[in-house]
């Protein structure tokens, strides 16, 4: 594609930044500004001749702004191919002038329903023109240069002044595929908007929209690309965070840490502070305790030799006690909603430790949807939002578990939902001692959470392993009586699982035999 003159430029934008310098700079090449409302209005203030789209049309807006650039001499100047006689010759014969840059975005659609907007609101927010502008100038990309992101205008200014006025083929081709994206986003929300409105769990057509914060230096591997984009959801977290300090983040960095603010934003920070230590997206330790260095000290003590290289979430304020305690060990990333300025320094003595603060926690209960690939498509599921239901526990054993017990088995059914399926969680006095996960056997997990608990008694130098005294969750039920019968001999008293087994009356006998206690959740937490 040829290079191409730019003598007139439709500009019509929600967002203004840096909107009037670049526009000041269009206008030194002589280049004629085509606006509209409070575009052309912010363009007059600041000294720059403005056409009105009216005088164009000969139409004026009507129907309070909804109808005032779906004209034909607007986009016909936009959908005109120049090198076509035809093409041409209609635009002389009907007088419609070439626009050869459009510059428009949205009406901010995602923002003015994340603030709250009732439902006409909403629907007044549903931009036209703007979409159908942004597609014609895109479809005509041989002809017409379209902008849609304010942080284009620099390259676009660069180009047109090593041009002398023009732009080039690739770069209108570049910005064509980048309006055709944003156009799709917008509509993606705005279905999805409805569908929620609606009521409506499984929508015949799902669009996935995001803006891509950051381009990763590779994947899970170094031969798989990667990027991290953001969507509209405004839940605090990776998403949301001020990297304070460190080095750019990884693909397994941004996963891994997003997994370890989940668990931890579990834990009510006005009940407790809470530490969560994360190693391949599965927790290697987790506690509760009065302080944030208490709770990091218990929950390194469930796996040392994991936590080294991990990442750890707060649940509160990074504090100078926790923060000395964490910079003891290799650790890849710290999360947390705050830091005090006296934390920030002692992690600052560790310039590649990367420190990421949040300003709040997620809420556990909120609604959410979770997208899995699989080949030719895609899963969408509601986010796991389900917690322990007091009221729906259910004694099946002759004993009862005692306060201590039953709080230490909340806490270890609450870790489990963030482990991977199958998965065993020992805790004792709100600490983790023992995570077994993802294996294809539940028995398994019971035996290498047992053994890691040996593990880390001998680091320790204590006489015996802490899951002697212990409680013990299941993220699903125990499908035979073996997994109990592990699970009793590691030392554990107690043991909180879903129940719903064939085998359920097997599995309570053996607790009986055992003489644990048992608590049936009615609730699975499967996490693959």
Same mark, same amino acid.
């Given at each position: 594609m040829p290079t191409r003159k730019i003598t007139r430029a439709l500009i019509s934008v929600s967002d203004k930044t840096g909107l009037v310098p670049f526009a000041q700079a269009l206008a030194k090449y002589e280049i004629t500004l085509v606006s509209t409302g409070g575009t052309a209005k912010a363009l007059r203030e600041a000294g720059l001749t403005v056409v009105d789209v009216a005088e164009i049309t000969g139409s004026p807006e009507m129907m309070d702004g909804r109808v005032k650039t779906l004209h034909?001499?607007?986009?016909?100047?936009?959908?005109?191919?120049?090198?076509?006689?035809?093409?041409?010759?209609?635009?002389? +014969?009907?007088?419609?002038?070439?626009?050869?840059?459009?510059?428009?975005?949205?009406?901010?659609?995602?923002?003015?329903?994340?603030?709250?907007?009732?439902?006409?609101?909403? &629907?007044?927010?549903?931009? &036209?023109?703007?979409?159908?502008?942004?597609?014609?100038? +895109?479809?005509?990309?041989?002809?017409?240069?379209?902008?849609?992101?304010?942080?284009?205008? !620099?390259?676009?200014?660069? !180009?047109?002044?090593?041009?002398?006025?023009?732009?080039?083929?690739g770069t209108r081709r570049h910005l064509a595929a980048k309006a055709f994206a944003h156009t799709g986003a917008y509509d993606g929300?705005?279905?999805?908007? @409805?569908?929620?409105?609606?009521?409506?769990?499984?929508?015949?057509?799902?669009?996935?929209?995001?803006?891509?914060?950051?381009?990763?230096?590779?994947?899970?591997?170094?031969?798989?690309?990667?990027?991290?984009?953001?969507?509209?959801?405004?839940?605090?977290?990776?998403?949301?965070? *001020?990297?304070?300090?460190?080095?750019?983040?990884?693909?397994?960095?941004?996963?891994? *840490?997003? +997994?370890?603010?989940?668990?931890?934003?579990?834990?009510?920070?006005?009940?407790?502070?809470?530490?969560?230590?994360?190693?391949?997206?599965?927790?290697?330790?987790?506690?509760?305790?009065?302080?944030?260095?208490?709770?990091?000290?218990? +929950?390194?003590?469930?796996?040392?030799?994991?936590?080294?290289?991990?990442?750890?979430?707060?649940?509160a304020t990074l504090d100078t006690e926790a923060a000395e305690d964490i910079i003891k060990i290799f650790t890849e990333v710290i999360i947390a909603p705050n830091a005090t300025d006296a934390a920030k320094e002692i992690i600052a003595s560790k310039k590649n430790l990367r420190l990421l603060l949040t300003g709040a926690l997620p809420d556990?209960?909120?609604?959410?949807?979770?997208?899995?690939?699989?080949?030719?498509? @895609?899963?969408?599921?509601?986010?796991?939002?389900?917690?322990?239901?007091?009221?729906?526990?259910?004694?099946? *054993?002759k004993r009862k578990p005692s306060e201590q017990e039953l709080s230490d088995m909340i806490f270890a059914f609450t870790v489990a939902k963030h482990v991977k399926s199958n998965t065993i969680v020992y805790a004792k006095d709100g600490a983790t001692v023992g995570i077994g996960a993802g294996q294809m056997s539940r028995v398994d997990s019971a035996r290498i959470a047992a053994r890691k608990a040996q593990d880390a008694a001998e680091t320790l130098g204590l006489s015996q392993p802490l899951t002697i005294g212990s409680v013990a969750a299941s993220d699903a039920f125990f499908p035979f009586a073996d997994g109990l019968q592990v699970v009793a001999e590691a030392g554990a008293t107690a043991v909180i699982q879903p129940g719903g087994s064939m085998r359920d009356d097997e599995v309570i006998a053996a607790a009986d035999a055992a003489g644990l206690a048992m608590i049936f959740t009615g609730m699975r937490h499967f996490r693959h």
């Open positions: 034909p001499k607007i986009h016909g100047g936009l959908l005109a191919m120049r090198d076509n006689a035809k093409h041409v010759a209609a635009m002389d +014969a009907h007088s419609i002038p070439p626009i050869d840059l459009l510059v428009v975005n949205l009406y901010p659609f995602e923002a003015t329903v994340a603030d709250g907007a009732d439902f006409e609101t909403a &629907i007044e927010n549903i931009d &036209i023109g703007g979409p159908a502008l942004i597609r014609a100038a +895109a479809k005509n990309h041989a002809g017409v240069a379209v902008v849609v992101d304010p942080e284009d205008y !620099e390259q676009v200014l660069e !180009e047109i002044a090593i041009h002398e006025g023009c732009t080039t083929g929300a705005i279905a999805t908007w @409805f569908a929620d409105e609606l009521d409506v769990t499984a929508p015949h057509k799902r669009v996935i929209g995001g803006t891509r914060a950051v381009k990763l230096r590779y994947g899970e591997n170094p031969h798989q690309w990667a990027a991290f984009y953001k969507t509209a959801e405004r839940r605090a977290g990776v998403a949301t965070a *001020t990297q304070v300090q460190g080095k750019e983040l990884s693909y397994n960095n941004l996963n891994d *840490t997003d +997994a370890a603010f989940e668990l931890v934003a579990e834990f009510d920070p006005n009940s407790s502070a809470a530490v969560a230590i994360i190693k391949h997206a599965n927790p290697c330790g987790v506690a509760v305790a009065a302080t944030l260095a208490e709770a990091y000290t218990k +929950a390194v003590a469930c796996d040392g030799v994991s936590a080294f290289g991990g990442i750890v979430a707060l649940n556990p209960h909120a609604e959410g949807l979770t997208y899995r690939a699989l080949a030719g498509g @895609f899963l969408v599921q509601s986010r796991d939002n389900r917690l322990v239901d007091h009221e729906a526990l259910k004694v099946v *054993t």
